[in-house]
């Protein structure tokens, strides 16, 4: 009987049930999408109950395909940023407010400067509308109905943990990206909790990635058909979880992850942040953090354009011709702000731009630009993360434009470092599964893993590329720089 680990992944766009063996081969896997509501203009919400019967669907799936194999664990990977109002006996009272919700902006402009920065410096989550901190601050200015009736609140794995188990608890990651918790004391700071409005007890207890939970109640262990004896491990936030399960977590190692949005990540020793509050810092592990900065904008971006453009075709066949576009597109640069911006900027109402357009600018242009644009943003990201964990020797990506290899080569080229393409897209989930086979010492380390991932591909850069993106990349730095005092 072959013995598996199951990593359970519960993003934004889908939940997600992976069956791997230990070497980190996929099984199999379920996957249900969820839907997102938009009620009004910058209000974006979830249904926490359909997220919830979701991730029953998945599990129950994954455990009738794994029936012939022994499940050793299941570890849990989350999206961070999410805040729910629920009551004392664990309804939800309100959606779920997700990372993008951003309905608190308002309050980020009239936040003191010097409050923002202390906040961050002792949190490491950066002053944003993303942060459950600012939801709550929102929550409290508005009156918010759900808000006012709250006994606790709660991320969605910490929602389904209360239903399920009955316990109250949140790892250090997710508790990190609150924007509430102290980096150093992996507690909950006392000033962030009274700028919120919450009581402590309002919150979950914060447990380490390896928290082992046990005891789940008989009506779910029977409706999921729970195996015998396997151990639920609490795991940690899907970024933290992608760079394990990708195998950046040694100095040096970056991961970038692009799919709608996207991040560059890096593991590091302790806890530390950014004077120009431009990256965030989130533990991991009592002695570990990690540390980056996410944008808003990845291919969103050539979604967008590809909309816009109302080109019919393939994602593939709208790509091609921007191979033949040289470096820098001809003059036409692109800030790759549609979205709003998380970092570099920070900034909510930041708005996307194409520079240099002429009338010799065709569609195959304004895609090349648009994939260099989303590749300079995080170039730019990575050099505020270098201030803190020094310069990569090493870069993994996965996520849905690694799946463009003319999009890898350009993040090649600007970078000037050779890019890793992992065998699989699963790397929160792989991650999840591996810190719960940590948990269970089914494995000796978090470090073990790096001999358990395949690597697909290996891309080199282009040195003659790299010089002449150096030269690119000093204008689109004075451009996004120029045109942030025009966003209010």
Known sequence: MQEVVIGL???????????????????????????????EIAYVEQNPDQIEK???????????????????????SCAMHSLICVDEKGMALSNMLIWSDGRSSELVQRMDPATKKRVYTKTGTPIHPMSPLLKLMWMKETDYSPYKQASYFMSMKEYILFKWFGKRITDYSMASATGLMNIQSLDWDEEALKIAGVERDQLSEIVPPTEIISSIKESIAQELDWPIDVKLVIGAADGQLANLGNGAIKPG????????????????????????QETFSYAFTENTSIVGGPTNNGGIALQWLKDMLEYKGTHEEFLKDADNIGIGADGLLFIPYINGERAPVWNQNARGNFFGLSVTHKRPHLVRAVLEGIVFNLYQISQSLEEIAGS???????????????????????????????????????????????????VDSFEAIKQNIPINQVVQPNKSNHQQYQKVFIRYQLLAKDIQKYFE
């Open 9 to 39: 992944d519960i993003g934004t766009t889908s939940v997600k049930a992976i069956a791997f063996d230990l070497e980190g081969k996929v099984l199999a896997e379920s996957e249900q999408f969820i839907e997102t509501i938009y009620p």
């Open 392 to 442: 990569p020797t090493s870069i993994s990506v996965n996520g849905g434009l690694s799946k463009s290899p003319l999009w890898v080569q350009i993040l090649a080229d600007v970078f000037g470092k050779e890019i890793q393409l992992a065998d699989t897209h699963h790397g929160a989930a792989w991650g999840a599964g591996w810190t719960a086979l940590v948990a269970i010492g089914k």
């Open 54 to 76: 979701s991730t029953k669907n998945v599990l129950a799936e994954i455990f009738s395909l794994t029936k012939k194999n022994r499940v050793l664990t299941i570890g849990i």
């Open 253 to 276: 190692e970056v991961a970038i992850s692009v799919g709608t949005s996207g991040a560059i990540r890096q593991l590091i020793s302790g806890q530390h942040v950014n004077d120009n």
